[in-house]
């Protein structure tokens, strides 16, 4: 999907959730991925978006970046990921480079204690997490902060967005974003979940359009239409 003329100088952007896991057999970030690649935004400020369902297993998701950047080289990465007992858009300001008594994976598997990857311990968002946070509250959308990503695959795909160390995986900005479950009697519905993205993704553009930062030439094979 292409954008106007001089799209590009603008960012390419990627909104990611991830499938279902142990204890979370529906996972709302699915949903969002799937509705987002029905129904993607308008291209305005970007020069072409993707959507990916990122899947819940440590040994794999290092390649699958590695393919999305090669084929797809992001400067925008918004992470989405669920939070059992989170209270709304929960926004997480450092991603920790280390497993520790981790937790299996889809597959069963649990990596032993350690660096995740050749990068600092801590890594800090460089999502506009203040105007973030403001907008979201402007919209009447529960928010807050934390400065702990979890021990999981939430801080595993952080922890690598951050660093850039799989192959052509490196956005000028990128960062994670817990939601809690979504639907009747949660605090957020499928709506709120859905024009709170709108409202991260847009503040995001803003902020990136403010710094004029130059978005980075596409990759020859790149397919920059939204993912079916």
Request: glycine share 10%; with cysteine; net charge negative.
């Amino acid at each position: 999907m292409s954008g106007a003329a001089g799209s590009e100088n603008l960012p390419r952007v990627l909104v990611t959730g991830f499938e279902p896991f142990p204890g979370a057999p529906v996972n709302p970030t699915q949903w969002l991925v799937e509705r987002l690649r029905n129904e993607p935004p308008p291209l305005d400020g970007m020069a072409a978006f993707r959507a990916e369902l990122l899947p819940v297993d440590y040994r794999s998701i290092g390649p699958r970046l590695s393919m999305i950047g090669k084929t797809f080289a992001p400067d925008i990465a918004l992470h989405f990921g669920l939070a059992h007992g989170c209270g709304g858009f929960r926004l997480e300001s450092l991603a920790r480079n280390g497993f520790q008594n981790a937790k299996p994976d889809n597959s069963g598997f649990a990596p032993p204690d350690g660096p995740i990857c050749a990068a600092p311990a801590l890594l800090e968002s460089r999502l506009p997490l203040h105007a973030i946070h403001d907008a979201l509250k402007a919209e009447n959308l529960p928010v807050s902060w934390s400065d702990d990503a979890g021990g999981y695959l939430c801080n595993v795909v952080m922890t690598l967005s951050l660093a850039g160390v799989c192959e052509s995986f490196s956005p000028g900005i990128s960062g994670f974003v817990h939601v809690p479950m979504v639907g009747a009697g949660c605090i957020l519905s499928d709506e709120a979940l859905l024009r709170g993205e709108g409202m991260i993704l847009r503040t995001v553009l803003s902020s990136a359009a403010a710094t004029s930062r130059p978005a980075r030439p596409s990759p020859p094979e790149a397919d920059t239409r939204p993912s079916a």
